[in-house]
């Protein structure tokens, strides 16, 4: 079992940059994959990446050369930062790990990003 608390979401114009931070509530070194996804208003929850235990990571095509997902195991910790921001950009965000059988979600935090 693990709680997630996500953080660093505000206002931010186009062209601007955001760090999102996840702070897991236990050791995630033996946790394999750890993710971010993104929900927007009337849209379905959609990845945007995830990186593993070994440093492999991966991203959705809107976001490629512009986001960059990292890992602190020592602290616990999952990071997304978000360049070149852009008003699709604009969703509530999620940090996600998945222990088998569950997945685990954060509470999320909003990005807004006015054009």
């Known amino acids: 079992q693990v709680q997630l608390v996500e953080s660093g979401g505000g206002l931010v114009q186009a062209g601007g940059s955001l760090r999102l931070s996840c702070a897991a509530s236990?050791?995630?070194?033996?946790?394999?994959?750890m993710g971010w996804y993104r929900q927007a208003p009337g849209k379905q929850r959609e990845l945007v990446a995830t990186?593993?235990?070994?440093?492999?990571?991966n991203y959705a095509d809107s976001v490629k050369g512009r986001f960059t997902i990292s890992r602190d195991n020592a602290k616990n910790m999952v990071y997304l930062q978000m360049n070149s921001l852009k008003p699709e950009d604009t969703a509530v965000y999620y940090c996600n790990v998945y222990i088998p059988p569950i997945q685990y979600w954060g509470q999320g935090t909003q990005v807004t990003v006015s054009s």
């Open positions: 236990r050791n995630i070194f033996s946790i394999n994959v």
């Open positions: 990186i593993t235990s070994g440093g492999f990571t």
